[in-house]
């Protein structure tokens, strides 16, 4: 295998994966980021990310000599074996969402401006960050180099399987203009003998979104299907169960939940929306998609009024509620666009007095100490504490601890016995016996539709 010389650009989530895995698969790596305290913390083996397997992958490649770090994009071309420059340029810089729903890509500008013009002749770069359709022909432009190819090599990674998701891909997305340029990217792959489609780069781009948006709209589906069933006396989990052995459907992402977050669908779905608004297509499944996910939340709060007042008008004013998760997943300490954070935001509108409690807050980060808010969130130092005096009990984030904690001792804390699982991952069963109501998402004899 012919290992090759790879700049990467950005040590977040996305980039500092790449860096390490392209790593491990023999290629010499040099990572760049404008945070020297962060370049200097990772020289130290500290990683920040939460992220199975990824300290341990940069620490083995660091050692091993195929890993390093250095502050700025401009010192990386400097920073290879026997000075050699850099073959192909991954660009793994945020693309936050800006106004409108467009993708912001100030930092991919920044930089090409700063290294732009000193890259070797015959280097690839690459957009790993979603970026909108059209973006690797804005980079050529910005560019301005006609030796230089740009190659769309969209990012597939969940988070909390982000490194196995990397060295066990479904498949390699690689879209360019040059045919040459993104067979050599395909190549950086080639050990992981995943099935790879090559394709132009605005295809690469859109497939990102497309994935992404249908995954968002697998998971709205799954809620309205949620709520029918309480109102029709269907059970979800059966549902699911059935339709997913449909290999044309699959069991994967059937999962009802307080809604879909994190750091990339609520962006992709709304970046889209925005892509088919200004070719002038109006998308009306992905919005009903998005819609569908907003009135989730305030589904979730209306349960609580159920449960805890008897109405679904009924004053949550100083109830006092314990929330169970606040991360937009379990196995990930990331909060971005999390739907407990919104759920918590529209309980405390509703004069709740919260209590939260998540196992990825109760150690600090590099020393430091763990916080004891998050939002405006004050936080308990475990499940039990966060239970005391409340008057119902959230599970809002799958962490599998939930479904393991001692529910008898949750029972003799809390006020009034009303667990709410927004997530279906406590078995009733187990509450019922702790002397705890629950009450989950379309399920069948949870009885909290009717007022
Ligand atoms: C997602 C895509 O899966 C990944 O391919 C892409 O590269 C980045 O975006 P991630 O944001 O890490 O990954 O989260 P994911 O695991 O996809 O979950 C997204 C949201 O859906 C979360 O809020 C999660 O809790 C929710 N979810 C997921 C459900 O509610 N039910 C499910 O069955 C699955």
Known sequence: MFARRVMVVG????????????????????????????????????????????????????????????????????SFEDSRPAEVLFLCVPTPMGAGGVADLRAVESVIEEVGAELAAGTVVVNKSTVPVGTAARTAELLERTDVAVVSNPEFLREGSAVKDFLGPDRIVVGSDNQDAAERVAALYARLGAPTVLTDAASAELMKYAANCFLAMKLSYVNAMAELCERVGADISDVTEGIGYDRRIGQAFLSPGPGWGGSCLPKDTHALLQVADSADFEFRLLRATIDTNTRQRQRIVDKVRLAVTGKRTGSLSRVRLALLGLTFKAGTDDLRDSPALAIAALLRQAGAELVGFDPAFVEGKD??????EIDGVPLAADAVSA?????????????????????????????????????????????????????????????????
Not at 395 to 422: N, Q, Y
Not at 424 to 432: G, H
């Open 11 to 78: 040590t977040g989530y996305v980039g500092l994966t790449t860096g390490a895995c392209l790593a491990s698969l023999g290629h010499e790596v040099v990572c760049a980021d404008i945070d020297a305290a962060k370049v200097e913390r990772l020289r130290r083996g500290v990683v920040d990310i939460v992220e199975p397997g990824l300290a341990e992958l940069v620490a083995e490649q660091t050692s091993a000599g195929r890993l390093t770090f250095v502050v700025g994009a401009g010192a990386a071309l400097g």
């Open 367 to 372: 020393g430091a100490a763990p916080p004891t």
């Open 387 to 451: 239970a005391q005096g409340a008057e119902a009990v959230l599970v809002l984030t799958e962490w599998p601890m939930f479904r393991t904690l001692d529910w008898s001792v949750i029972a003799s804390a809390v006020k009034r016995p009303i667990v709410i699982d927004t997530r279906n991952i406590v078995d009733p069963a187990t509450l019922r016996r702790a002397g705890l109501t629950a009450v989950g998402l379309g399920r069948r004899g949870d009885g909290d539709v009717a007022e």
